[in-house]
């Protein structure tokens, strides 16, 4: 067995289902909620694969070729998440590690816990900042992609807003131990924003989705 | 390579997600759907495991051991719903195949094609099923879990709806080609009732959620 972490993309799928069932600390909601929105995104560039390069939906090729290319550069994102929010805990977890007899210490070591979660925030705050992208792409992919392929682009929404929805949850569960006052109401505010963009793009790729079945 | 199928939890993560995005005929929106589902099922899973065994939560240890079975069961049987969908609509395009030069051929290739139809919305409908009871599990787990791993429950909610709406849609499509009116009502009913009842679990599960962060 190798020292380094599990690189989770190249494992079984099944590893990543058993490992995400136990107790091990990775991966957790952050990862789980990124791979959602990685099956959102991938769904939405099937939807593209589906329809370009065919004559019956030659008047938006130009717009599918960009939309496969924003939906798999989402996805890779998102895979990348997946991967680092299986760690974005380490630096609390190695911080409260460290000695604190001393006064110089015990600061210290606040400090470097303080760092640490504003790291373990910041990781699913940015999937949550992806997730909705894949809900926007969901939503163009909908209304002009192949209708025989709408129900994806519907799903893809679901699933981009449902990894909006989850990664906030795990922003917020750190945001109550972040003592930066300024940093907890950006990463606040910023999370209700985009839980909003989500639920209203969803509804509307929704209602595209029913009207083109 | 081997003729039989793509058993895709045996695959890298990465494989199924490729696949998933291209334009390959599976896996697409209803495997990603169980998929989706089985991920939320391991969240339960996971939040069980940190509970159980524990003296400070002795109190819940028998509710957990059931808890954690039913989900894991739950999520095996999703893992195997997320395989048959890939091969669900198989019936249908072999039966699309099939010689429609008499009368005769006609009505055989007709019943084939709604025997397949029928096979291919019975798969996401069952998703929806099993779905919608790992949002009931991860309403249990946000109440009496580790309130440490509560988000976790949380997230084990969202997907669990976000599978149930994604195959419900699945379903849908299906039914627009399916004749028996019997059939199509039932089902029709049944991913409306579905859909409700996860959308209330996934609604109290958040509450429950916030209310132990």
Chains 1, 2 share one sequence.
Request: hydrophobic share 45%; net charge negative; with cysteine.
């Amino acid at each position: 067995m190798s020292d380094g972490p599990t690189i989770y993309v190249s494992e079984p799928l099944q590893v990543y289902l058993d490992d995400a069932a136990s107790k091990k600390p990775a991966p957790g909601g952050g990862s789980v909620s990124a791979c959602v929105g990685a099956l959102g995104a991938a769904l939405v560039g099937m939807v593209c694969n589906l329809t370009r390069g065919r004559d019956k939906f030659a008047d938006v090729e130009s717009e599918i070729v960009t939309l496969v290319g924003a939906s798999e550069a989402a996805r890779g994102r998102l895979e990348q998440l997946l991967q680092d929010d299986t760690v974005a805990y380490n630096g609390v977890i190695d911080a409260y590690k460290m000695p604190k007899e001393t006064e110089a210490e015990q600061a210290a070591r606040s400090q470097a816990v303080q760092a640490g979660l504003i790291v373990a925030a910041d990781v699913p705050l940015e999937i949550c900042r992806v997730a909705v992208e894949v809900c926007r792409l969901a939503k163009i992919a909908a209304g002009i992609g192949n209708p025989q392929a709408v129900t994806d682009a519907g799903i893809g929404a679901i699933l981009g807003e449902a990894a909006v929805v989850g990664a906030a949850l795990n922003v917020k569960i750190n945001l109550g131990s972040i003592k930066d006052a300024a940093y907890v109401e950006a990463a606040a505010s910023a999370i209700d924003f985009l839980q909003a963009e989500a639920a209203a793009l969803r509804a509307e790729t929704h209602e595209i989705t029913l009207s083109r079945l």
